[in-house]
């Protein structure tokens, strides 16, 4: 049994690794100001020119063939990155720090059997066997989710509840369409109760209505990423050091 003060110890090594993704090279993410000020914002050109230098660095990192170290060029000296570069960052901080079991992917929701992938890519921590370009269901404590661009760091379990919850509107599904209404909206349940001739059909309207909605992740494995190269990264780049890391280690009882 994992006790509160347990998670916290738990978490602090992941959340370290968050806070140095985010400290070591600062720089602005455009899928970022994209939600926090629109699309156009207050200067369209502004805004135009940052999208244009971003594609550029993307461009870059694909035909490089070394995402790792363009990535790192991408965020120390081109002062940008979203998501993926966050993602992908965290990975190699934290497997220069000797947390071998850390991987990037892409995460969906899946609603009834329908998956949607909400074109997000986050770090994530597992015990569980991991293969590339396969879709998992992790649960509760079975992962840590470290999601920098977000600024958050969690089990995957409050992850997900923080996603559908308070940061629902970040990935702009705001609406019914991917993530169902939710049993502990009063409003929306009072309503689906006064629609309902009895309780037999207000409890099958509220499973149509609030469906099982789960999160889904597919890994990307660079498997260029080896030891070789994590040590010529480390000898590099010393600055990506955590003096004193402890691993994260996950205990699933």
């Given at each position: 049994?994992?006790?509160?003060?347990?998670?916290?110890?738990?978490?602090?090594?992941?959340?370290?690794?968050?806070?140095?993704?985010?400290?070591?090279?600062?720089?602005?993410?455009?899928?970022?100001?994209?939600?926090?000020?629109?699309?156009?914002?207050?200067?369209?050109?502004?805004?135009?020119?940052?999208?244009?230098?971003?594609?550029?660095?993307?461009?870059?990192?694909?035909?490089?063939?070394?995402?790792?170290?363009?990535?790192?060029?991408?965020?120390?000296?081109?002062?940008?990155?979203?998501?993926?570069?966050d993602?992908m960052?965290?990975?190699?901080?934290?497997?220069?720090?000797?947390?071998?079991?850390?991987?990037?992917g892409?995460?969906?929701?899946?609603?009834?059997?329908?998956?949607k992938?909400?074109?997000?890519?986050?770090?994530?921590i597992?015990d569980?066997?991991?293969?590339?370009?396969?879709?998992?269901?992790?649960?509760?404590?079975e992962?840590?989710?470290?999601?920098?661009?977000?600024?958050?760091?969690d089990?995957v379990?409050?992850?997900?509840?923080?996603?559908?919850?308070i940061?629902?509107?970040?990935?702009?599904?705001?609406?019914?369409?991917?993530?169902?209404?939710?049993s502990?909206?009063?409003?929306?349940?009072?309503?689906?109760?006064?629609?309902?001739?009895?309780?037999?059909?207000?409890?099958a309207?509220k499973?149509?209505?609030?469906?099982?909605?789960?999160?889904?992740?597919?890994?990307?494995?660079d498997?260029?990423?080896?030891?070789?190269?994590?040590?010529?990264?480390k000898?590099?780049?010393?600055?990506?050091?955590?003096?004193?890391?402890?691993?994260v280690?996950?205990?699933?009882?």
């Amino acid at each position: 049994m994992i006790t509160f003060e347990g998670n916290r110890n738990l978490l602090k090594p992941a959340k370290l690794l968050e806070t140095k993704t985010r400290n070591t090279y600062p720089h602005i993410s455009t899928s970022k100001l994209r939600v926090q000020i629109g699309y156009l914002g207050k200067d369209p050109n502004f805004f135009t020119n940052l999208k244009r230098d971003y594609s550029v660095l993307r461009k870059m990192i694909k035909e490089s063939g070394d995402y790792y170290s363009s990535i790192i060029y991408t965020l120390s000296e081109g002062k940008i990155g979203n998501c993926t570069e966050d993602a992908m960052f965290t990975e190699l901080i934290g497997k220069i720090n000797g947390q071998k079991n850390i991987y990037t992917g892409s995460i969906g929701i899946d609603n009834n059997g329908k998956g949607k992938f909400l074109d997000h890519v986050i770090a994530f921590i597992t015990d569980k066997p991991v293969e590339g370009s396969k879709k998992y269901y992790l649960k509760n404590k079975e992962a840590v989710i470290i999601d920098p661009w977000l600024g958050v760091t969690d089990f995957v379990g409050n992850y997900f509840t923080k996603l559908k919850s308070i940061y629902r509107k970040t990935f702009m599904y705001t609406n019914n369409d991917l993530f169902g209404t939710f049993s502990n909206d009063k409003i929306a349940m009072e309503l689906l109760r006064a629609e309902s001739k009895n309780p037999k059909e207000f409890k099958a309207k509220k499973k149509e209505f609030c469906p099982k909605v789960t999160l889904s992740i597919i890994p990307f494995i660079d498997k260029s990423l080896n030891a070789e190269k994590i040590d010529e990264l480390k000898t590099f780049f010393p600055e990506l050091i955590i003096k004193n890391f402890k691993k994260v280690e996950l205990k699933n009882d």
